[in-house]
């Protein structure tokens, strides 16, 4: 369900926000969009690993709120691997390329931001990363 005032604000329970395929193939839950940024709830499954992207035109800001995992970043001339666990926050900057992977025992859980709001597919590029793409049922 969602609850809407008059001067804007909406809010949507998280079991009722809907389930997307996003273009690293991951699923995610839209919350409601504003005017400067789009939030996301994103559940990876056990074993699962991400299509490598890059984003053209948003920044997007992470927030680990279970499971744990890896994050593969590249950006200019620095690279590297960083271990993802609950309670940790990241950036991902325009042009960016990364990848990230669930190497935990229970689904990495984790809540995105991105600003400018999310632009749909056309706002993120398929790259080269380091890890096999694996895709697992939620």
């Known amino acids: ?9 909406a809010v949507i329970a998280l079991g009722n926000a809907p389930v997307k395929t996003a273009p690293d193939g991951m699923q995610i839950r839209e ?9 996301a709830y994103c559940t990876m499954p056990v074993g699962a690993v991400s299509q490598p992207t890059m984003h053209k035109s948003f920044e997007e800001l992470w927030y680990i ?12 001339r620095q690279e590297c691997v960083a271990a993802l666990e609950p309670g940790d926050g990241l950036t991902i900057p ?9 190497t935990g025992l229970v689904p990495l859980e984790f809540v995105i931001a991105c600003v400018p709001p999310w632009p749909g597919e056309d706002g993120v590029v398929h790259v080269t990363g380091p890890w096999p ?6």
Do not use: D, V
């Not at 919350?31 to 939030?39: D, K, R």
């Open 31 to 39: 919350w409601p969009n504003a005017q400067l940024g789009s939030l």
């Open 94 to 102: 325009i042009g960016a390329h990364f990848q990230f992977r669930n």
């Open 65 to 76: 709120i279970g499971g744990s995992g890896e994050l593969w970043y590249r950006f200019g």
């Open 1 to 9: 369900m969602t609850r809407e005032c008059e001067e804007g604000l």
């Open 133 to 138: 793409l694996q895709k697992q049922p939620l």
